[in-house]
């Protein structure tokens, strides 16, 4: 069973995107019914100001975005089996490892897309 198939195997999804900005952060969010090879848009909502405000349905898997102040996207090319800790270093050479969350997706050839944000910035 793919990733796809587990994550939509409940029939409903919450996504949710953390906006971070200078004073605080925000939050859109939509909750969707897959139906056969559709998806019906349940319900969405844009800036709320607090997570709680966050209405996710009970038993439902959640996508989370987290975009704004403090992230850095950049594409590089490297080898397929580069560690996480080189790909950091193409884009911050003198930054530690353990200090950053790294994301990273496959690009075509030997590209990726990186994002990379502080963990003390996420965890706050």
Sequence with gaps: ???????????????????????????????LKKIKNSFELLHASGTAQTIEAVNVPAASPVCVAVNGKGIIHKKIYAPENAEDRFLLSQILPAANPEDFFLQKIKASGDGFFISVIRKNIVNE
């Design 1 to 31: 069973m793919s990733w796809s198939d587990r994550f939509f195997e409940s029939r409903t999804v919450v996504g949710i995107e953390v906006i971070l900005t200078e004073e605080d952060s925000l939050f859109n969010y939509s909750v």
